[in-house]
Each structure stands twice: as C-alpha cells, then as structure tokens.
C-alpha cells in the first residue's frame, strides 16, 4: 500500500475564541498557523487529534479548490481562508501568522498561507492530516 503524503498540526491554544495552532508540510517544516472554531465549555473540536483523510473538494462560496476533512457525521469540513474562528462552522482556517484583528484574537495573511498550501497540496487526490497536541512535559 502506497503511503498518503502528510501535512501536520500541532494545537498550541485551545480557547473560547478559537483552536490555534502551527502547520508543518510534508517535510516537516512550518509553514502556516491555523485557526478553527472550538465548541462548548471544553473547547472541543471537529478536527481533533489523530490522522484524518482528506479528499480533494471545492469551496463553493470562496470559489476555489481545497479538501475536505473525512470527520465521521459531518460533511464539508474543509480548508479554507478565513481569519477568524466564529467565521468556520468547524473548517480549518489557514493563514500566515496570529493577529489581533478589530480586538479579536484570529489569524492573517490568510490568502497567501492558503495559497502556499494548495500548491503544495493541490498535485495530490488526497493526503492525511496528523494533528497533534502540544503539551508541557
């Protein structure tokens, strides 16, 4: 069996604004940081840890390629820009660094980390996302 090439997260921040974390491409280089919308008292997520598979898609309302996120019960959790969490219904926003945006904790540069990421990613039918979680020792 053929092994899927990867694109790795690692959560920084879980908070009530948001899921923050730091992207890492195939080669393990950092490249990109990411938000997602986190979901009641214990900040969960849609894209927690673990590998997930995605699938090449199309975001109708940007109007551009992506993937889809195979999370088991939901559909259409995609890549995407955006700069803030409460803009993803569970999505994963990818941008170039943490901002403060309007007295809002989010990402920017969301447009060139995305691009930086299709075109990476784009030559594949499908990859697998390793997310992982930071933790202290």
């Not at 694109?7 to 393990?28: A, M």
């Not at 019960?73 to 569970?90: C, M, P, V």
């Amino acid at each position: 069996m053929i092994e899927l090439p990867k694109l790795y997260g690692l959560i920084t921040s879980r908070r009530k604004d948001g899921c923050f974390g730091v992207l890492f491409n195939q080669e393990k280089v950092e490249f990109a940081v990411f938000v997602t919308r986190t979901f009641g008292p214990e900040n969960r997520i849609l894209v927690d840890v673990g590998e997930h598979l995605c699938k090449k898609s199309y975001y109708y309302k940007g109007a551009y390629p992506t993937f889809e996120i195979q999370i088991p019960g939901h559909t259409k959790i995609l890549f995407h820009r955006l700069n803030w969490a409460f803009q993803s219904e569970g999505c994963v926003g990818i941008g170039e660094s943490f901002d403060t945006v309007d007295g809002k904790t989010g990402i920017s540069g969301s447009l060139h980390g995305f691009t930086e990421f299709i075109q990476t990613y784009q030559k594949f039918p499908e990859f697998t996302f390793v997310v992982k979680e930071f933790t202290w020792p």
